[in-house]
């Protein structure tokens, strides 16, 4: 069964999963009690000393933080930044540690002056150069412990290095195609001896941080197990130090049990002493930021110096300014890649782009709802999603008194929608700050990650037609890029071939091959389907003319001849993957169980609209009893779905606004690329959904939020005139 869902698991619900079944793994082998009895035998001397050299490493971090604040142009005092850091951590603790730590620290600074852009600067920064230092520091340490690192190419290696790749071209071409020009103007601007000397000391302060938490680690081990060597439990420490520093638990629970379970055994330490070594050192961590943030609020007076904070604003502006071009541009790429989590029983669905695009809601509202108001081309859209979100929610309350509680409907759909609506928000950033250029450069970061995509899948189907043989992952065929899926792939081409009137017109006609490639590949017959009608309608909007259609038609036959004449030309016979050859379609049948399972659940779906036709039956009802006859089967159309679950109510929500941003996009279509670029998506989703579930699809909704935001004529040109990135 092929399915196209667009599954918004949240990256809270993927931190949950991973520190319950880390934990869980961790607990299964050991005994509890025999943790009770290791961390009873520390003496007070050993717990005072590691909760002194943590405060120390609290300390450092407030150094650190401090002059942080000062580098990009928004000071704090000692006094502030010991309290932010200190609350900072303790609300990361009871929740994601980072996008926590920046919540607490912009509710805590807000009073005190200081944006939450710069807030979200400071953090990132503080987290950037954190990761680095204890990655290679961690892998210093595996190397020192195993005498080698290694790659288990067979058992998943071969996906990671594929992984890797891909984004490493996509991030070069993207930067080669859109922003990489205005980056390293930006970044040769700033670049001198007082940036490379801010850069050095907080390296420094981060490797003395870091010392710290290993020397805890160390007189708690020691004060355990007296017999084990100090140079191997330091290689040890630091791995389970990099494995807790990672974004993906509430303050490093779990993760760094169970990485000290898996560390501490390559020195010796059983699993009990190790768990409790790592329970330790966390509560008394956790217990010195309490402690810190207790004297902070006791001296820590709220400063009353505007006239520093007044001298601060114009860098504060800068720092926005810095993060609505940077935010957009990163998720361009990083929505690309499609992850999934294993949790032991089953994946939890995550984007690169997610985190991304949270902190781009996060200066979305602050800037253009708190502050400001967004102007749209559709001028009710703030409306429409307000009742569209209103329309979610009491679905799932619907769904709730029907059937009860269900994770697909609020994990999914619920929880899902607004996780759209922030890749929404992060593509309407670069619009609204940056205006025509802002989008362009969008576009250009779009398509160029897409076109890396393509020519990296391309590259393997023709090194398997030479006979190469990868490793297990490596190749897949039908292509799916790196969405898990050849029809959520083959999507984000044709949102790719949308965004074609953003490009410069030199590059048209080889992004269209290149992406025609990519569909043809992928296979998806839904998609090839609607590339036709999309082709016929850039023609009919001037976007391409036929002599550009026709060049990229006889550049893509071009290259499909050639990759499909590479086994005679070298004499080898095709790799496995692709059978006697390059295959012109897949699943050619109509008849084939996919397209069945399709049809079933379109079916299933009417069924449930005509029994509930106003409102639907209810927000994951449909698959609630799919899964209890024994096939969790989605509803694989969009309008279908909304009319079963939401009935014409539900449907109408979606297609009445829809129906007018096509009819205001159509009437500015001569002359308006962005309107060009919202007529292509809106018939693209609308021909392809009626086979797919493409709502949840979060391209479509980041494509919308860049072309959908209303370009004043005065920021046509870009911020101060110039389509470049601001410089600070």
């Not at 990672?246 to 055994?265: N, Q, T």
């Not at 329309?391 to 509680?405: E, P, T």
């Not at 670029?677 to 009626?690: D, G, N, P, R």
Request: charge should be positive.
């Amino acid at each position: 069964m092929v399915k196209v869902s667009g599954s918004a698991r949240t990256w809270l619900l993927v931190v949950m999963s991973i520190v319950l079944i880390a934990t869980l793994i961790a607990l299964a082998q050991i005994d509890t009690r025999a943790i009770l009895s290791e961390i009873r035998q520390l003496s007070a001397i050993s717990l005072f000393a590691a909760a002194a050299v943590l405060i120390i490493g609290v300390l450092l971090a407030t150094v650190r933080l401090w002059y942080i604040s000062s580098d990009i142009g928004t000071p704090l005092t000692f006094k502030e930044a010991l309290l932010a850091l200190s609350v900072g951590q303790i609300v990361g603790a009871v929740s994601v540690q980072f996008f926590g730590q920046i919540a607490a620290r912009s509710a805590l600074l807000r009073s005190r002056g200081v944006s939450a852009p710069a807030n979200i600067v400071m953090a990132s920064y503080e987290r950037f150069v954190a990761v680095g230092v204890s990655g290679l520091m961690a892998i210093l340490g595996a190397w020192y412990l195993f005498g080698r690192l290694a790659v288990d190419i067979e058992g998943g290696g071969g996906q990671l290095l594929r992984l890797v790749v891909g984004i490493f071209g996509a991030v070069i071409i993207g930067a080669a195609t859109a922003w990489g020009g205005p980056a390293f103007r930006t970044l040769a601007q700033a670049t001198n001896a007082k940036t490379a000397a801010a850069i050095g000391r907080n390296l420094v302060l981060t490797i003395a941080v870091q010392l710290t938490t290993a020397a805890a680690y160390l007189i708690i081990a020691r004060a355990m197990v007296e017999t084990v060597h100090l140079s191997p439990l330091m290689a040890a420490t630091v791995i389970i130090m990099f494995a807790a520093s990672l974004p993906i638990s509430f303050a490093g629970w779990g993760v760094r049990e169970l990485s000290a379970v898996l560390a501490l055994a390559a020195v010796g330490i059983k699993a009990a002493t190790a768990v409790a070594i790592s329970v330790t050192v966390g509560a008394l961590a956790l217990g010195a930021v309490i402690v810190i943030a207790g004297v902070a609020a006791i001296i820590a007076a709220p400063t009353n110096d505007d006239t520093a904070r007044l001298a601060t604003e114009t860098e504060d502006s800068n720092i926005a300014g810095i993060l609505k071009w940077t935010l957009p541009l990163a998720a361009a790429t990083a929505v690309f890649f499609q992850i999934y989590i294993p949790t032991g029983t089953t994946n939890l669905n995550a984007n690169l782009a997610d985190p991304i695009v949270i902190l781009g809601a996060a200066v979305f509202v602050l800037g253009y709802i708190i502050r400001e108001q967004a102007r749209w081309r559709f001028q009710w859209l703030n409306t429409s999603v307000v009742v569209a979100t209103a329309m979610i929610a009491l679905c799932f309350l619907h769904g709730y008194y029907i059937i009860g509680w269900t994770d697909w409907a609020f994990t999914n759909r619920l929880v899902g929608w607004f996780v759209l609506l922030c890749y929404g928000m992060t593509g309407a950033l670069i619009t609204l700050h940056a205006g025509k250029p802002g989008a362009e450069m969008f576009a250009r970061t779009f398509v160029g990650s897409a076109m890396a995509i393509v020519l990296f899948e391309i590259t393997l189907i023709a090194l398997a037609s030479a006979g190469v043989v990868f490793p297990a992952g490596v190749l897949i065929m039908p292509i799916e890029g790196f969405s898990q899926n050849r029809n959520a792939f083959s999507f984000a081409l044709l949102l790719a071939i949308c965004a074609l009137p953003l490009l410069p017109r030199h590059v048209r006609t080889m992004a269209l091959a290149i992406a025609a490639l990519g569909l043809w590949f992928a296979g998806s017959r839904a998609a090839i389907g609607t590339v036709v009608l999309i082709v016929a309608l850039i023609w009919y909007l001037k976007v391409l003319s036929i002599r550009q259609i026709c060049f990229a038609a006889l550049a893509f036959a071009a290259t499909l001849l050639a990759v499909s004449a590479i086994p005679i030309v070298v004499g080898a016979a095709p790799s496995s993957y692709l059978g006697s050859g390059i295959p012109i379609f897949f699943e050619n049948s109509i008849l084939g169980s996919s397209n069945l399972q399709r049809l079933k659940s379109m079916a299933g779906g009417l069924s449930l609209f005509y029994s509930h036709p106003v409102f639907g039956g209810g927000l994951g009802v449909y698959i609630y009893e799919q899964t209890k006859a024994g096939a969790a089967l989605v509803i694989h159309s969009t309008p279908i779905w909304l009319l079963a679950e939401g009935g014409v109510v539900g449907l109408s929500v979606f297609a009445i606004p829809a129906a007018f941003i096509f009819m205001n996009a159509w009437r500015a279509r001569r002359n308006d690329v962005s309107a060009q670029t919202v007529i292509l998506t809106l018939v693209t989703f609308a021909v392809m959904s009626s086979v797919h579930e493409l709502l949840y699809q979060r391209m479509l909704w980041i494509v919308l939020g860049v072309t959908l935001a209303c370009v004043a004529e005065a920021s046509e040109k870009g911020p101060a005139g110039s389509p470049n990135m601001p410089v600070t």
